[in-house]
């Protein structure tokens, strides 16, 4: 069966450090893989997302970036934090039509 | 384009009552809809989907949906509602018209009280 791990679980970043999220999928191949940012506990913002290594589609313009190096892993970077960066990073994988989550990170920018 | 909405961002319901969170959509294809719930500071969790066929769709921990194309709108509902339901619901759509993008409503927040 197909899992989803995020990592770390939770993150406490100063303002201005950089930032690496990883999100690895197990079980299957050539997903496509996203990221969303959750901010106080509501609505999911679109990110990044990816339909193959190397090829990212970009949906909102900001100081992250996101890279897919192979096919089943999937890294969200920062080269310096803001305090607008706290939040609920989440990762998703579909292959096919429904969309599964991954944990979440939890990113509290001081 | 593409969106979802969930016109109530909370809904109380009594445990053993029925509970129903509406959501409608806009899309400019045929939609994919779906549903998740989301317990504090974990992913979220797939509920049920509608694809094609019967507007009725069933789910996990007893939850059906209908889809009503007229109406736009797909709804989440369960006949008796549990306090463990307690949690955040999210709709989306995904337009297979346009690819790869799912988009989310903003969640509705329900509490079963005992």
């Known amino acids: 069966s197909q899992t989803i791990h995020q990592w770390p679980a939770t993150l406490v970043q100063p303002v201005g450090s950089p930032l690496s999220l990883e999100c690895t999928v197990e079980?299957?191949?050539?997903?496509?893989l996203y990221w969303y940012r959750q901010a106080a506990g509501r609505g999911l913002q679109l990110l990044f997302y990816s339909v193959g290594i190397g090829q990212i589609s970009s949906e909102v313009p900001q100081n992250l970036s996101a890279s897919r190096p192979q096919d089943r892993q999937f890294i969200l970077s920062s080269k310096k934090l803001l305090l607008s960066d706290s939040g609920f990073y989440l990762c998703a994988w579909s292959v096919g039509r429904e969309q599964y989550f991954g944990p979440g990170t939890r990113l509290t920018v001081t | 384009a593409q969106s979802v909405a969930q016109p109530e961002d909370q809904v109380n319901v009594a445990e053993g009552n029925p509970l129903t969170v509406k959501c409608t959509y806009s899309?400019?294809?045929?939609?994919?809809l779906f549903w998740y719930v989301q317990y504090p500071n974990r992913g979220l969790q797939f509920l049920l989907k509608y694809i094609t066929g019967d507007n009725l769709v069933k789910g996990s921990y007893g939850f059906e949906a209908e889809f009503n194309k007229s109406q736009t709108s797909f709804h989440l509902k369960k006949p008796s509602a549990l306090v463990s339901d307690s949690a955040l619901y999210f709709c989306a759509v995904r337009d297979m018209r346009t690819g790869n993008q799912f988009y989310f409503g903003t969640g509705t927040s329900l509490t079963v009280i005992p």
């Open positions: 079980g299957t191949s050539n997903p496509n």
């Open positions: 899309v400019s294809g045929n939609p994919y």
